[in-house]
């Protein structure tokens, strides 16, 4: 079953700190992985996008690694402010319909305190 | 800033009302999706089009139907709304790329504000 697991729950940091996401994603035959950044009561922004080929992109201060044999994603934040306040939400693609079918996991609430 | 736009943003409504949601882009994407996210829950496939004349059900069966006259303008309606059709509402869109193997779902979906229901 292609399923995205996204952990932790939930993360609260001070302002200024570093924090990392973890993902990890069973679906197959695998074609990309985002990260998106919701804020409450707005849509998913893309932060990253990332194939198999790749192992790492950065945005600004996020940086995203994939790790595809492990079938595993990282979201590392540095020097968190306290507008990175948000659900982060790992979405992985598949290439097996035309479609291209995206699996969203359930997001990672980070919480930023001054 | 991505141009696609939903109303309302908030929409408080009696059982068996019908009601539509609005989504518009104005990048001229041909692909067009709805979502429906509960809260700390993740993001379900309700329906989706290629573009004029062209829907399709998504991964959740949802008593929705959906229309695409126009590339623009992909609204959702519920004919008789319900206290389970209670959720927030993504609109998203993103361009077609040639689809050749392995190119699938490379693009970029762009997601509107949503619109949050609350069926009484």
């Known amino acids: 079953k292609n399923q995205v697991e996204q952990s932790p729950q939930s993360l609260i940091i001070l302002e200024g700190k570093n924090c990392t996401l973890q993902c990890n994603y069973t679906v197959s035959p695998f074609s990309n992985l985002r990260w998106y950044k919701q804020d409450t009561g707005r849509g998913p922004v893309s932060l990253t996008i990332m194939t198999f080929s790749e192992n790492t992109k950065s945005n600004g201060r996020y940086t995203a690694t994939l790790d595809a044999d492990t079938k595993q994603s990282s979201l590392h934040i540095t020097a968190s402010q306290l507008s990175d306040s948000a659900s982060y939400i790992c979405?992985?693609?598949?290439?097996?319909?035309?479609?291209?079918?995206?699996?969203f996991g359930r997001g990672t609430q980070l919480t930023v305190w001054p | 800033e991505a141009d696609i736009y939903q109303t309302p943003r908030y929409l408080v409504i009696g059982t068996g009302k019908k009601i539509t949601l609005e989504c518009s882009q104005t990048m001229g994407h041909d692909k067009m999706y709805w979502y429906q996210q509960d809260p700390g829950m993740e993001l379900h496939l309700i329906h989706y089009s290629y573009g004029v004349n062209s829907t399709e059900k998504g991964d959740l069966s949802s008593e929705s139907t959906v229309s695409r006259i126009r590339t623009e303008h992909f609204p959702l309606t519920l004919e008789s709304a319900r206290p389970s059709h209670t959720s927030q509402y993504l609109c998203?869109?993103?361009?077609?790329?040639?689809?050749?193997?392995?190119?699938?779902?490379?693009?970029?979906?762009?997601f509107g504000p949503g619109t949050r229901l609350l069926v009484l």
């Open positions: 979405v992985v693609s598949d290439r097996g319909s035309t479609l291209g079918r995206l699996y």
């Open positions: 998203a869109s993103s361009e077609s790329k040639q689809w050749t193997s392995g190119r699938a779902g490379r693009e970029t979906q762009y």
